[in-house]
């Protein structure tokens, strides 16, 4: 009897009925028997079971699931040795490594990459490889000029991995964090200057000591206001029309308004507008406020 799945398959009452005729064929191939139609036993000759049990089953091996894995990582992963040598680069380490048409796999990883020799990279990976820590460092990339990477030491099978991430960006925008921070320090010491964020609707969401003492009203008096609101009633629809076009994406604006104080006294100002854009697009407006020592004749 054939089986789709196996072979050949036999009941049992049949292999005792005629057991020297199967067993010839056993020792030729494997028979499933079965016992009311269900396979329970496999029938096969004692020189195959020892080859089997002494061996195992030959299966081909498997794919390399971590080379299909770090082949997909953004991050860049080399692979190293306890002697040193590289045993595996995804494309990620060989970007960031300017070493896009180069076989790594089996150099010596100072001479490989000899920007990370002689430097506090080169420590991370002894410490590493010897210690058994992970350990990571930011630092200017040794590859690429104005670049940052995060390097990561951690211990593998035999050796140590080196993980490479590219932080250019964050560090950029944490330096241009700094200046912003340092520049609203120096106008809020300068005494003259006043600056206000206004939403994407025109409304106030936050003014400086300069300009509430300007208008002569405490902050959460000026919050969700409208910035026209605080103008002079002739200079309201210029003041509007040109914060407008900043808010459409309509590039900066410049003008000469007056403003109203909270006693009645009109201030004359001169007022800078620029687009506050987001990551998901404009989120607004700041002002940068200064006095002016003479009312504006234009506005009427």
Known sequence: MLNDRYGRSVPAAELVRNFAHW??????????????????????????????????????????HLSQLSTWIHQGLILCRADYTIGHVNPAALAMTRRWDRHLAGLPLWEALPELAESLTQSHIRHSMESGEGSAADIPSPFRENCWIRFETFPFPDGVALLLSDITEDVRRNRLADAKAALMQAMCIHGGVGHVKVSSRGFIEFADDMFCAMVGLPLDRLI????????????????????????????????????????????????????LQGLYGSEGAVLVI?????PVNSVK
């Not at 029938?43 to 049990?53: A, E, I, K, S």
């Not at 210029?238 to 009645?264: M, P, Q, Y």
């Not at 200064?290 to 003479?294: F, G, I, Y």
């Open 290 to 294: 200064t006095r002016r020592e003479e």
């Open 224 to 275: 969700h206001i409208s910035l026209t609101d605080l103008a002079d009633l002739p200079a309201r629809p210029r003041l509007r029309e040109e914060l407008d076009h900043v808010l459409r994406g309509e590039g900066e604006r410049k003008i000469a308004t007056s403003l109203l104080a909270n006693t009645g006294a009109v201030v004359p100002a001169e007022i800078g507008i620029a687009p």
């Open 23 to 64: 067993r010839e064929i056993g020792v030729q191939e494997p028979l499933l028997v079965t016992h009311h139609g269900r396979e329970t036993h496999i029938f096969m000759g004692l020189d195959r079971f020892r080859t089997l049990t002494l061996n195992g089953p030959e299966t081909p091996p498997g794919p390399d």
